[in-house]
């Protein structure tokens, strides 16, 4: 009876093992952890879509916008860079993992608010800059923030301030493309999300806390980049350990010198 209890013991053990064993701990996703996902958003009760990284979703949704937006985005788990049920189901998950998970409004954006919703005049609206006639269902920017208008009779207008998706249950899939744990690829991550461009050619060197951006010629060539540059260096600032400082370096150099450097690796 004892060797025989022994032994299930031990096959019991090494079941475990080989359970617990199956996935790399640096597979599965933690709060603070960068990785980059593909998604698409949509309203759960009526399946429109209304957000999503995929090209061939957004155009068969009928979404605008530039190709370039349409890629895998950056998130730092935990910070809210997407919806906040969206936010806390990826804890967990692994690398590789596609799932849908279904948001409630209070975890989406938010519940309708009656107190957002206000009654003007036109006048009123043109005085404070609005321009051209407007109709219902047209978003206006009143005071630098958005609203919908939800009707208008004898001269006065009722506006919505809520998000447009404010109170709508909510259905994502989700894939998690890749998770990013070298220092440089973090750091070269986040000048991709404000920059929008590929960064493959950003160099970095890291000297006693301060992390210095060799951006060559690329903020050169696109001048609005350049605003961008104190949103990348408050991120840096705020997600990479033993940061003091970011420098920006951008480089001009003769053309002949371009073209010498690009002739070099054809001449080896």
Avoid: C
């Amino acid at each position: 009876m004892a060797e025989k209890t022994g032994k299930t013991a031990k096959k019991t053990r090494a079941k475990k093992t080989k359970k617990t064993g199956s996935k790399p701990k640096e597979d599965v996703v933690n709060k603070g952890d960068f990785i980059k996902i593909d998604y698409v958003g949509q309203v759960l009760d009526t399946g429109e879509v209304f957000d999503t990284t995929i090209k061939e979703k957004a155009v068969e949704a009928g979404l605008g916008g530039d190709d370039s937006r349409y890629k895998p985005i950056l998130v730092v788990v935990g910070e809210k860079w997407v919806v906040e049920g969206l936010d806390e189901s990826l804890i967990g998950r692994k690398v590789g993992e596609e799932y849908e998970v279904e948001i409630p409004p209070e975890k989406g954006f938010g519940r309708r608010d009656s107190k957002k919703i206000v009654t003007t005049t036109i006048r009123k609206l043109q005085r404070a800059g609005l321009q051209g006639d407007i109709a219902p269902g047209m978003v206006i920017n009143v005071d630098g923030a958005p609203a919908v208008v939800r009707a208008i009779a004898g001269g006065r207008v009722m506006l919505d301030f809520n998000p447009p998706l404010a109170g709508k249950r909510l259905k994502y899939w989700v894939k998690i493309r890749e998770k990013i744990t070298d220092l440089n690829g973090k750091i070269k991550a986040l000048v991709e999300r404000h920059f929008n461009e590929d960064v493959e050619k950003v160099s970095i060197e890291i000297v006693d806390g301060e992390v210095v951006l060799n951006l060559g010629d690329l903020a050169i060539k696109k001048p609005q980049l350049h605003l961008e540059k104190k949103h990348v260096a408050d991120d840096i600032l705020k997600y990479i350990d033993g940061t003091k400082a970011v420098k920006f370096v951008d480089v001009v150099a003769k053309e002949e010198a371009v073209q010498e450097a690009q002739a070099e690796p054809q001449q080896e």
